[in-house]
């Protein structure tokens, strides 16, 4: 299948997971994964369309990063290392994985070095799974008023990842239980300002995370092929 036969199949699902839950396609962004292909499938990629595009690691984005550039809107969607910060502020423009005090001060420290404010996500491990990053869902009020310290960061809504299921409908709870902690987390006030964004979905369960609220996908072997 070809990049753009995938792209239009994906817009597809998108718009008729849209039409099921009440939901205007305007509020779901689509963030190509670009990690498990080529320079220039990524290339490909961008120039099919697909502005935002999702690494995990700097290691494996730098080159195309530095052909790609402005070209694409880049999202830091992995694990991140406090000592690789200083490789991704400035050239991310979102950072999704935002876990822990540590990492909020490094960026923090980076980002007033370069006189800019960094958009960040702030990963909940929902469903609890020893093998994922991210807050309990417990941790996520006390953490957010902690934030308070580092003025240089800007949570603009939260992130998760499901546990890989083989009916994407058991990916549910974990995607509701996301948009649960958003609004509880708004509702509250820890942050000063309200977040409205929720990154949850992937190849295998987007439709559900749009039905239950997901303003950005992350969206790779669907879209983007897979190679290697």
Known sequence: MSMQERIRLVESRIAQACERSGRSREQVNVIAVTKYVSLETARAAVDAGLRHVGENRWQDAQAKWESIGTDAVWHFIGHLQSNKVKDVVGKFAYIHSLDRLSLAKELDRQAEKQGITVDCFVQVNVSGEESKHGLAPEQLLPFAEQLAAYPRIRVVGLMTMA?????????RPVFRGLRELRDRLNASGALGYGVEHLSMGMSGDFE?????GATWIRLGTVLVGKEG
């Open 208 to 212: 559900v995370a749009i039905e239950e």
């Open 163 to 171: 546990p890989y299921e083989a009916e994407a409908e058991a990916t």
